[in-house]
T-cell receptor
Framework: SQKIEQNSEALNIQEGKTATLTCNYT??????LQWYRQDPGRGPVFLLLIRENEKEKRKERLKVTFDTTLKQSLFHITASQPADSATYLCALDDGFGNEKLTFGTGTRLTIIP | EPEVTQTPSHQVTQMGQEVILRCVPISNHLYFYWYRQILGQKVEFLVS????????KSEIFDDQFSVERPDGSNFTLKIRSTKLEDSAMYFCASSAGTSGRFGPGTRLLVL
């Protein structure tokens, strides 16, 4: 069956360092992969989308890579700040052109001042 | 930037009662969704809606659930006879094609 794993439930990073979060998937052939931020009690907020034919995408201090051979995406936040503390979710479509997303369980990132 | 809005923000109901959760998607979006998140668990897909009909639904979305777009702007999720296990955050989302924009959620508590 299809499975998405975000391999760290929680990650603590010193302010100013780069935070790297991992998303692995099995039994999927997604057309694209998305990263969302979720703060406690709030809805997911879209950050970045990367398509299967793209290796890397950047937006300000965020960078996402997508390796369809390894079935893995890495999400980087450079020059991390305490305000970056949140849960980060990866989400995949089902590869059939439907828009429904399947989410990972998330990684709770804490940036320590 | 336009946002998805949801009402109410919190709803407490008795088991067996009907609830209607409301959403106003972003106006030029064509795809609408409901997701839910049980406390401490992952966000789960419930249903997608396109062109005035359900395009896909999950196993969770059984006969107790229904969706409607009654007036071209609102998008509602009805749970006919709530169960204790329906307690969760319910998120509405809309999309123009790929990335979804989520609403702030309705926290539903079934007693």
């Amino acid at each position: 069956s299809q499975k998405i794993e975000q391999n760290s439930e929680a990650l603590n990073i010193q302010e100013g360092k780069t935070a790297t979060l991992t998303c692995n998937y099995t039994n999927y052939s997604p057309a694209y992969l998305q990263w969302y931020r979720q703060d406690p009690g709030r809805g997911p907020v879209f950050l970045l989308l990367i398509r299967e034919n793209e290796k890397e995408k950047r937006k300000e201090r965020l960078k996402v890579t997508f390796d369809t051979t390894l079935k893995q995406s890495l999400f980087h936040i450079t020059a991390s700040q305490p305000a970056d503390s949140a849960t980060y979710l990866c989400a995949l479509d089902d590869g059939f052109g439907n828009e429904k997303l399947t989410f990972g369980t998330g990684t709770r990132l804490t940036i320590i001042p | 930037e336009p946002e998805v809005t949801q009402t109410p923000s919190h709803q407490v109901t008795q088991m067996g009662q009907e609830v209607i959760l409301r959403c106003v998607p972003i106006s030029n979006h064509l795809y609408f969704y409901w997701y839910r998140q049980i406390l401490g668990q992952k966000v789960e897909f419930l249903v997608s809606f396109y062109n005035n009909e359900i395009s896909e639904k999950s196993e969770i979305f059984d006969d107790q659930f229904s969706v409607e777009r009654p007036d071209g702007s609102n998008f509602t999720l009805k749970i006919r006879s709530t169960k204790l296990e329906d307690s969760a955050m319910y998120f509405c989302a809309s999309s123009a094609g790929t990335s979804g924009r989520f609403g702030p959620g309705t926290r539903l508590l079934v007693l």
